[in-house]
């Protein structure tokens, strides 16, 4: 062991400092995030295609919920089946593959001749999307300084908004002049301009520092890092951590450990009603359910546009604000407007308002908002506290079971929407959402504590402590721990 750390301190004294070491971590994290592009993308895309794939295919609601749900049946397995993979061959690596699949997915559902042939594709298609958002995040997460951390894992979310806005985008613009498969085909040259870029980009320290030793954590941090004690601090960190962890800490085995829990109860809880609050069902469905409501199709694809537009403004907003208002405090700010916004829209359908009245502008303007209000808080932060919430040691098994149970909760919401509108009317469906959103801000307030600015060493060390919880009346804390004996404690 001392062998090891005084090859890392003379990795240390002998590297060079990249002088581009910045702009390196930021064009890592944006390549990876392009991923979250082809996600929003890939699931976005239906919305706008569904309708001329219904008319080429002849589906009926039930068949159209087997072609949009058929995507999320990949993602949960691709989000369980990334894990080994990423353990063993590092999160780059992972990312490359991800690619891979995402561009034969792509272009092979835009060759399907039937509807079989198409729900096949897409559930291929699904592994890339499950893959990506269990180990982007991550990989992103262990890139990122503490202080930048929120910022650049939320690039994936950014990333999520772009692609469902050009999905949206396009399925207004080019739906008549293109038809539904170049649509779905185009996603594959993004896909591929990624597979190329992750050659050049650095491996996860962390993992590097598990799987090739200290001295090579030094040498991927060193292109990222802009100053040798920014290094050295890392490293100590890291292997302080490191030299802890047992063979029962591993993988899927420390999960079952209770100083884990608590970190498994608040990332798996976050990620349920991330996806569970409707906001995915809206991207998907929106066309149908307004143009079920008495919209045009050209009116109710141009407000699905418009949810695309609100989409990512507000996940950019939350990826600029998050490390600074933090991730606990945006939840229970954001939260309660989607309440009230689902209740608002559930009368609206409910009273059925008269094509071009306005109390069909106002039914667009609740969409709208609660679109602003659960983009802006719960979607910034459902992918980003499954990436930094567990210990290195089993980081990659549990973000895959974050992953799943969020694909997991998007198939569960996706695959019952239909039904769920005509056992209890489109109103009564909004107002199942909103209850939904109450308990997620709920949830938020009782069982997830602050971890802007605590590094991921220092959530770990909370949680061997027992200190990972919130205090009722009091502000949840997570410390940074190098700096106690300063008595600095990050809120």
């Given at each position: 062991m001392q062998?090891?750390?005084?090859?890392?301190?003379?990795?240390?004294?002998?590297?060079?400092?990249?002088?581009?070491?910045?702009?390196?971590?930021?064009?890592?994290?944006?390549?990876?995030a392009i991923c979250g592009g082809l996600y929003g993308y890939d699931t976005g895309i239906i919305s706008?295609?569904?309708?001329?794939?219904?008319?080429?295919?002849?589906l009926t609601s039930g068949q159209e919920e087997i072609v949009t749900s058929a995507i999320l049946i990949g993602a949960v397995t691709g989000a369980l089946g990334v894990s080994y993979f990423s353990e063993k061959f590092g999160r780059r690596i992972s990312v490359m593959l991800v690619t891979a699949i995402f561009v034969i997915g792509a272009v092979a559902c835009s060759y399907a001749p039937d509807m079989i042939f198409l729900?096949?594709?897409?559930?291929?298609?699904?592994?890339?999307?499950?893959?990506?958002?269990?180990?982007?995040?991550?990989?992103?997460?262990?890139l990122a300084p503490a202080s930048r951390r929120g910022n650049l894992v939320t690039l994936f979310n950014v990333a999520i908004g772009v692609g469902i806005f050009l999905a949206n985008l396009i399925g207004f613009t080019m739906r008549d002049?293109?038809?539904?498969?170049?649509?779905?085909?185009?996603?594959?040259?993004?896909?591929?301009?990624?597979?190329?870029?992750?050659?050049?980009?650095?491996?996860?320290?962390?993992?590097?520092?598990?799987?090739?030793?200290?001295?090579?954590?030094?040498?991927?941090?060193?292109?990222?890092?802009?100053?040798?004690?920014?290094?050295?601090r890392e490293i100590h960190e890291i292997h302080e951590n490191a030299s802890n962890i047992n063979e029962n800490e591993r993988g899927w085995k420390g999960l079952k450990l209770p100083?884990?829990?608590?970190?498994?109860?608040?990332?798996?809880?976050?990620?349920?009603?991330?996806?569970?609050?409707?906001?995915?069902?809206?991207?998907?469905?929106t066309p149908t359910f307004l143009s079920d409501a008495g919209f045009g199709h050209s009116a109710a694809l141009l407000a699905s546009l418009g949810v695309a537009v609100v989409y990512l403004v507000m996940t950019l907003l939350g990826c600029l604000l998050v490390d600074k208002i933090g991730r606990r405090r945006l939840v229970l700010i954001m939260?309660?407007?989607?309440?009230?916004?689902?209740?608002?829209?559930?009368?609206?359908?409910?009273?059925?308002?008269?094509?071009?009245?306005?109390?069909?502008?106002?039914?667009?303007?609740?969409?709208?908002?609660?679109?602003?209000?659960?983009s802006g808080g719960i979607q910034v932060v459902g992918w980003l506290l499954g990436a930094e919430l567990f210990p290195l040691s089993m980081r990659a098994a549990a973000t895959s079971v974050h992953a799943a149970v969020l694909w997991g909760a998007d198939l569960l919401v996706t695959a019952t929407a239909l039904t769920l509108v005509q056992l209890v009317t489109l109103g009564g469906t909004m107002w199942v959402y909103a209850a939904v959103n109450l308990a997620s801000v709920i949830f938020v307030y009782f069982y997830v504590p602050e971890t802007a600015g605590a590094s991921l060493e220092d959530i770990e060390t909370a949680l061997r402590k027992g200190e990972f919880k919130p205090k009722p009346g009091q502000s949840p804390q997570i410390r940074n721990y190098d700096d106690e004996e300063k008595g600095t404690v990050l809120n």
């Open positions: 062998t090891e750390k005084k090859r890392a301190q003379e990795a240390i004294n002998n590297t060079e400092i990249s002088p581009n070491a910045n702009l390196l971590l930021w064009i890592a994290a944006f390549v990876a706008g295609a569904l309708l001329l794939i219904t008319k080429d295919f002849h729900v096949i594709a897409r559930v291929f298609l699904g592994l890339a999307v499950g893959g990506a958002t269990q180990v982007v995040p991550t990989y992103i997460s262990e002049a293109w038809g539904w498969r170049p649509m779905v085909s185009i996603a594959a040259l993004p896909a591929a301009f990624v597979f190329i870029c992750m050659f050049f980009m650095p491996k996860s320290p962390r993992w590097t520092a598990e799987n090739e030793g200290l001295a090579s954590a030094v040498e991927q941090l060193s292109r990222v890092r802009t100053s040798r004690k920014t290094i050295k100083f884990a829990r608590p970190a498994l109860i608040a990332a798996l809880g976050i990620a349920f009603f991330t996806q569970a609050g409707g906001l995915e069902m809206m991207i998907y469905y939260g309660p407007g989607s309440v009230i916004s689902l209740i608002g829209l559930g009368i609206m359908f409910a009273i059925h308002p008269d094509k071009g009245s306005a109390g069909s502008w106002i039914t667009i303007l609740f969409l709208l908002l609660f679109m602003m209000f659960n």
